[in-house]
């Protein structure tokens, strides 16, 4: 900023010229006061008073003009002064103007400056965040250069480790490949037997169920259902009871029988068993049974109960496996008469291990 020192713009000059002419008038009264006494005093004196009444005419002749002349004068004066005044505050003007003007240019200039100053700080503290940017970016380079020489170390030590660990593959590879060909060898004579035994079991499943169903006499009752054969629990049990009735007695009879033929007939090498599946339907358990509180518990006691029957009969213990699955798994979804009682169901199941 810069500070100028301008003049003072009150113009004192008017006020000057009416105080001088004031000036002049009190003079000029002050004059024909004086005279006016004078003359008084001279003319009652009588000793004086023709020689001074002359003198006194003379006098104020002479002091007429003089006032007359000095009249003039402040006249001429007070016109030059208004000429000079006039002057003074043209030029009082044209100067004001002027400082106006420098005035606004300084104003201009001092603005002009602030811009500059205020460009120079943006510039310096841009420069400033860029410097920072840059040194950041700097450190930012040099860190990820040695994470770069870090990551290639260990880029190259895996590499070294996966070309070893790859040559031990090839090796272990190339004796397992032995050993895959030897399991395979082994693997398809599994299966082609396990499949010779499968057709074996299933040709015998074909002569258990047709043998039961001779066994048994009853072909409406007693179904086959693909690899399964149902016996209605109907048959076997009473209502909500675990316990044979006389009349599933002989019909176990007959079917252990047909069972101890079929030991007779398989081949040892086939391991196989027979699955005792009890169903149920799905109506709720009486309650204050002790014996069960569930058809889970229900089915299970029953297929127990029928394994146990077959083996009193003369049924090798480990060809019977004995399962329970309560109301899981129905035949019909229906909920009539006819339905529930083809869900309560004893399935027998022929099958390998």
Request: proline fraction near 2%; avoid cysteine; glycine fraction near 4%.
């Amino acid at each position: 900023m810069f500070n100028f020192h301008l003049r003072d713009k009150t113009n004192t000059w008017p006020a000057f010229v009416d105080l001088f002419s004031n000036l002049v008038i009190i003079l000029i009264f002050l004059l024909i006061v004086f005279v006016f006494l004078w003359t008084t005093t001279s003319v009652f004196n009588k000793s004086t008073g023709v020689k001074t009444i002359a003198e006194l005419k003379q006098t104020n002749a002479e002091q007429t003009e003089k006032i007359r002349q000095m009249t003039a004068d402040a006249e001429e004066a007070t016109q030059l002064l208004l000429t000079a005044r006039a002057n003074l505050e043209s030029a009082a003007a044209d100067l004001e103007a002027k400082d106006s003007s420098i005035v606004d240019l300084i104003g201009a200039y001092e603005k002009q400056v602030n811009q500059l100053q205020t460009q120079d700080s943006e510039k310096g503290a841009k420069i400033q965040q860029l410097t920072t940017e840059l040194n950041d970016a700097r450190a930012e380079t040099q860190a990820v250069v040695a994470e770069s020489e870090k990551i290639s170390r260990e880029q190259a030590a895996e590499l070294a480790r996966l070309n070893s660990a790859l040559d031990a593959a090839e090796a272990k590879s190339k004796e397992q490949e032995v050993q895959y060909v030897e399991m395979s060898t082994r693997l398809n004579k599994a299966l082609a037997d396990k499949v010779a035994e499968l057709q074996d079991m299933g040709k015998y499943q074909s002569e258990f169920y047709k043998s039961i169903k001779l066994a048994l006499g009853d072909t409406k009752t007693l179904q086959q259902d693909g690899d399964r054969f149902i016996v209605p629990s109907d048959i076997l049990f009473s209502s909500g009871s675990y316990k044979l009735s006389p009349e599933g007695k002989k019909q176990l009879k007959l079917i252990s029988n047909v069972i101890k033929d079929l030991e007779n007939q398989i081949p040892s090498d086939i391991d196989w068993i027979i699955r005792v599946d009890g169903h149920t339907d799905n109506k709720q358990v009486v309650r204050g049974n002790a014996a069960y509180k569930t058809n889970m518990q229900l089915s299970l006691l029953r297929a127990t109960v029928v394994a146990n029957e077959l083996i009193r009969d003369g049924v090798s213990p480990r060809r019977l496996v004995p399962t329970g699955f309560g109301d899981l798994h129905p035949v019909e979804l229906g909920a009539d008469k006819a339905s529930l009682q083809k869900n309560r169901r004893i399935e027998l199941q022929l099958t390998n291990k």
